[in-house]
C-alpha cells in the first residue's frame, strides 16, 4: 500500500483503537447501568430517559457543535513546529466561540418549547424541572467544544478518551445511586445524572485549557477573522445547515414516537434502541470519527492532486470493508437471538413485549449503520463547498422522505414501523454517498464499488449461517418447547448452536477476507 494511504491508516486505526477502549469501557459501564435501571423503571418511565430527554439533549447539542466539528478539522495545521500548533489552536477559537451563545438561544428554545407542550399538557412538575436541567447540561457541555476541536485537529483521541470515560462513568453512578437509594422521581433521576455528565465534560476539558495555557499554545494574538478563518466559517455554516438535516434524518423517527406512540410504546424502543445500538456506539461511531478524521486530512491532498486518490481509494476500502463485515454478523445472528437475550437480560416482562421482533428488526438495521457511517463520513470530509451545497438540497428531499416515513410506518407498525422508516432513510444516504464515491474515484484505474464490499463467499456463508439459527430458533425456542423443557435448558442448546455456527463463520471469514484483516491487524499492532 502506498505511503500516504498507510499514513491516513495509521490515523484511523490508532484513533479507533483510543476511542474503542474508551467505548467499551463506558459502554458497557452504562449497559450495566441500563440493565438495573430497565428493571426497576416501568416502561413509561424508562421512555422518558431513552426517547424525550434524549432528543432534547441530542437537538441542542447536535444543532449548535456539529457543524463548528466538522469545519474546525477542515483547518491545514503544519505540524513541523510549535509555533503552528500554536496558529491552528488560536484559529480554532477565533472561529469555534459562538458555539456557546448559540447553544444557549438552542437551549432555550428547545426546553421552552417543551415546557410550553408540556404545560399544555398538564405535565407534572418533576418533568418540567428535569427539561430545565437538560438544557442547563447542554450548555455547560457546550462551553468544552472549542477545546474538543483542538485536541481532535491534534489528534489526542486519548485525551477524548479518558474525559468520556471519567463523565460517562460519572453518570453511570449518580443515575444507579439515585434509582437505587433515592426517592427522587425518575426524571429528576434523569436530570442530575445529565448534569453530573457535563460538569465532568468541561472540569476535564478546562484542565486541558489550563495546561495548554500554561505552555503558551492557546492565545490569541488577534481575533479579527483572515480570509482562511472566514472560508472555516462558511464551511462550518454549511455543514450546520447539514447538521439539522440529519438531525431530523437521524430522530425523526422518535419524534414521530413522541407524538403518535403511548409512553409504553415510547419506552419498549428506547430499550430496543439503548440494547440494538450498543454495537455502534462500541465499533462503528469511533471508526466514523476517526476516519473522518483521516479522510480530512488526506482528502486537503487529493482534492489538490487528483493523481493521488488511488491510495485514498484504497483506505476507503478497507474501513467500508471492515466495518461492513461487523454488520453482516449482527444481521446474521441478531434476529435469531433478540428473544433470547432480552429474557436473559431484562426479564420475562421484556421478552414477552414487543421487543424482540424490534430488536431482531433492528440488529439487521446495524449492517446500514456500518456502511453509511464510513461513506458519509469518507463524502463530508471531501467535498467541496459548492458540492456541499447540493448535498444539503438533496438531504432535504432526504429528511422529507423520512418524515413521512416515520409518521406513515409508525401508525401502522409501531416501534417496528420506526425501524424500517430508518431503514428506508439509511438506505437513500447509502445510496448517494456510493454515488458520489464512485464520481469522485472515476479517474483511478480499476476502481469499482465492488471493491467495498465483503466477498460473494462470506455473503453465502452469512446466508447459511442464518438459516441453520433460524431452524435452532424454532427447534429449541418455540413457545410449546419452552413450556415443556424450561427457558434455561432450551435457551442453553440455541446458545450452543450459535456458538458452533459463529466459529465456523468466522473461521471462513479469516480466510476468504484474510488481505483486509491483515491490514487492520498490522496497523494496529504498529501504532502498539
Known sequence: MAPAAADQLQVMASGFTKLMVSQVATRLVTFCMNLLVARQLSPEAYGLSAVQFHLITTSILFLSREGFRRGGLRIQEEQSSKESSTTVAGRVLRVSWPILPI?????????????????????????????????????????????????????????????????????????????????LQPALVFGASQLAFSCVVLGGYMWYGAQLWAQGQLKVHNWRLDSQDRQTLAITGLFSIQAAEKLLLAEGSKLALVGFESSYNQGVYGLVANLGSLVVRLLFTPVEEAAFTAFSRAGLRAAAEPASRGPLASVLAVAVKAVALLGLLAVTFGPCYSYTLLRLVYGQRWSESEAPFVLGCYTAYLLLLAVNGITEAF????????????????????????????????????????????????SLRIAFSLWYIRRYFSEVPGFSI??????????????????????????????????????????????????????????????????????????????E
Open 103 to 183: 447553544g444557549m438561544v438552542l437551549s432555550t428554545a428547545v426546553c421552552g418549547f417543551v415546557l410550553w407542550r408540556s404545560a399544555a399538557q398538564g405535565g407534572d412538575l418533576a418533568y418540567q424541572q428535569a427539561v430545565v436541567a437538560h438544557g442547563v447540561a447542554a450548555v455547560l457541555e457546550l462551553a468544552s467544544e472549542p477545546l474538543y476541536i483542538i485536541s481532535s485537529t491534534r489528534l489526542e483521541f486519548g485525551r477524548r478518551a479518558g474525559i468520556e470515560t471519567a463523565a460517562m462513568i460519572t453518570k453511570c453512578g449518580v443515575t444507579l445511586l439515585l434509582v437505587l437509594g433515592s426517592s
Open 379 to 426: 463524502v463530508h470530509a471531501v467535498l467541496e463547498p459548492s458540492a456541499l451545497k447540493a448535498a444539503n438540497a438533496l438531504l432535504v428531499v432526504f429528511t422529507a422522505a423520512h418524515v413521512l416515513c416515520s409518521i406513515v410506518l409508525v401508525k401502522a407498525g409501531g416501534a417496528a414501523g420506526l425501524v424500517l422508516a430508518d431503514t428506508v432513510n439509511m
Open 450 to 527: 465492488r471493491q467495498l464490499l465483503p466477498s460473494s463467499q462470506v455473503l453465502l456463508a452469512c446466508c447459511i449461517v442464518s438459516g441453520c439459527l433460524a431452524a435452532s430458533n424454532t427447534a429449541f425456542m418455540a413457545p410449546q418447547q419452552l413450556a415443556a423443557h424450561g427457558f434455561w435448558r432450551q435457551a442453553a442448546l440455541h446458545v450452543a448452536v450459535g456458538v458452533g455456527c459463529l466459529g465456523v463463520l468466522a473461521m471462513r471469514i479469516v480466510k476468504v477476507e484474510r488481505a483486509t484483516i491483515a491490514q487492520v491487524s498490522g496497523l494496529r499492532h504498529k501504532q
